[in-house]
């Protein structure tokens, strides 16, 4: 299973605006991942929790962008995207990978990745969080997102120790 080796993230969110961008397809797993992400931003005692909806998976990289650059300080992307018959599978999944990386990068906003990519509905079913579920990729999501602004605002913050000295 894919969850085996996962870090189990514990990051605070206090202060933190964060946004949710959720796709609407395949409604109940939908409503897991975006249960699953609200129940780890209350953990992390996230403050300021947006969730805003869009039609699809693909809809997700442009509405992302528009809440880093919106002034949020996370964004949770949460998706599924199950395999059918045809290459549109390929091409979505790349599409929505690389544009939320992109968004990561362009903002440096961190963008936690929830989007699904499952070769049939029972394995989307299987990681939405639901009672019965193996996994809870919602929640997963949005911890990383979180942990991810705690160690950005480590990283921004001067060091503890005495300012360098020349050589």
Do not use: N
């Amino acid at each position: 299973m894919s969850g085996t080796g996962s870090p189990g993230l514990v990051a605070h969110g206090h202060g933190l605006s964060v946004v949710v961008v959720a796709a609407s397809w395949h409604a109940t797993v939908m409503d897991g991942l975006v249960a699953g992400a609200l129940r780890a931003l209350e953990a992390a005692e996230a403050e300021h929790v947006t969730v805003v909806r869009v039609p699809g998976s693909v809809e997700l990289t442009v509405a992302a962008l528009a809440a880093a650059r919106g002034g949020a300080d996370v964004v949770v992307a949460l998706g599924v995207v199950i395999r059918g018959g045809t290459p549109h599978f390929d091409y979505v999944c790349q599409s929505v990978t690389h544009g939320l990386t992109e968004v990561g990068l362009r903002t440096g906003v961190p963008v936690g990745f929830g989007v699904l990519t499952c070769d049939d509905e029972a394995q989307a079913l299987d990681r939405a969080g639901l009672p019965g579920s193996h996994e809870d990729k919602g929640a997963e999501a949005a911890a990383a997102a979180v942990a991810t602004a705690a160690a950005l605002r480590q990283l921004a913050a001067p060091p503890a120790s005495a300012s360098r000295q020349p050589a």
